[in-house]
Each structure stands twice: as C-alpha cells, then as structure tokens.
C-alpha cells in the first residue's frame, strides 16, 4: 500500500520541530527539498551526540531514517500514513539518536536462538559490559544453515549501540550485563552449544548457537574471569 503525502505540510511540521530543536540547542540544518524526487530532509546534530541523524520523506509516504557515525552506518525504511505519524517519526528519531552510543563490540556468532522452540537466528555480540542478541530473520536464518553464520571480518569492530530501541524490537533481543549476573553454565554438542544464565534479580536466560562457531571458546574465556566458580563450563 502506498500513502501519498502533502509534502508541504509535512514541511510545515518540520519547521515547527526544527524551531523547537534549535530551542534545545541541537544544530539542525533548514529543510532540504529534492523537488525533483518529490521529497525532503532534514539533518541532526548535537555536541552530545555520538551519530549524525537524517531523516526523508518521500511523498508517496516513504521516509528514511539514517544514524551516521564512525561505526557502519545504520538506516531504516518507515512507512509514514498521516503528518502526526510523521511528527511521531521525527521525535523518535531523535530522542534515539541522543540515546546511541558507540562501542568496540565482537560478534560471536550469527546462530544465536533463545531455546529449543527459536527458530529464528540472531546476532550474539560481546559488548564491554555484557551480552546483546539481536533477532535477523528467516532468510539470514536459512542462509546460517548452510554453515557458520560469521563472516571474515575483524573480530572487534565499532557498532552503534541503542539497549533500548533493540529491546523494544522483538521479546526475543536480549541484553544481559555481567554485573548482574549470578551464575552462569556453558555447555556444548556436536551440532549445538549454549549459555544458561541466572541473574541476580532471579531471572534467567537460555542462548543457543550451532558448535562450528566460536561463541562457547570466547564466553568461557571473557566470563570465566567475572565468575570463577559460578560458571560451569
């Protein structure tokens, strides 16, 4: 379904909201009209900010959002039905954006499920402070079961992190901290490994992962050290 958009009320909020951000002290720029392409755009920026924030919008009711940094750049694809569903993009976005924050993160693996009845892979990062799994998506999960799903790329690299935006997403992303961890057991098989966790406010955690990946070798080494003979290994 497409919306088809007044672009120029829709500049018309901008401008309120560029105003009221201006106010706020952020440095945005006026709005960038592509007259041609039947769209617009405004830029973000702030001292405090980690990424740079661009947000279009297309008259057939397509906006893009876009978080710039030094880590790989990050975009969204949005479908905007009303210029309040637009107002309600823009705060978003940038409410998300003062939130990002970058960090040197390690992808353990790209096989990661939250139990036996998880058929859909994710992303398993080690964060300096904990554990982030990201949901992907059936194709990535198809395409992971051809083989290991990490690619040859450095084994730390920039990410841009939002805890908040990636919980929000889907019930199964998962942030667990080492600091409230209360004990841990990793485990491994011939086709699959996990991490069983118990925190300290009495929850618990269930991460899977296909053997062939590293994840269960680099855990034990960087949880080994926090719990000691709280990990089970």
């Not at 966790?197 to 269930?206: F, I, N, P, Q, R």
Request: with cysteine; hydrophobic share 45%; charged share 20%.
């Amino acid at each position: 379904m497409t919306y088809d958009m007044d672009l120029n009320g829709a500049a018309a909020r901008l401008e309120w909201h560029i105003r009221a951000w201006r106010a706020e002290g952020l440095r945005v720029s006026d709005v960038l009209w592509a007259r041609e392409a039947d769209a617009l755009a405004v830029q973000i920026q702030s001292p405090s900010w980690q990424v740079q924030l661009t947000v279009e919008l297309h008259g057939a009711g397509r906006a893009r959002v876009f978080f710039l940094s030094a880590a790989e750049p990050a975009g969204e694809r949005h479908r905007v039905s009303s210029l309040d569903a637009w107002s309600a993009l823009l705060t978003e976005s940038v409410a998300r954006a003062s939130r990002v924050r970058l960090v040197q993160a390690r992808l353990l693996t790209s096989t990661c499920t939250t139990g036996w009845l998880d058929w859909i892979h994710g992303e398993l990062w080690l964060l300096p402070d904990g554990l982030l799994r990201v949901r992907s998506g059936l194709l990535t999960t198809l395409v992971n079961s051809g083989g290991s799903g990490l690619t040859p790329r450095d084994p730390y690299r920039l990410i841009a992190h939002d805890p908040e935006t990636v919980l929000a997403t889907h019930p199964t992303n998962k942030l667990i901290l080492f600091a409230q961890m209360s004990a841990a057991r990793l485990h491994g098989g011939l086709a699959t490994s996990g991490l069983e966790v118990a925190m300290t406010d009495g929850t618990h955690h269930k991460l899977l992962w296909t053997s062939w990946d590293p994840a269960r070798r680099l855990l034990r080494e960087r949880l080994l050290p926090l719990l000691g003979p709280r990990l089970t290994h």
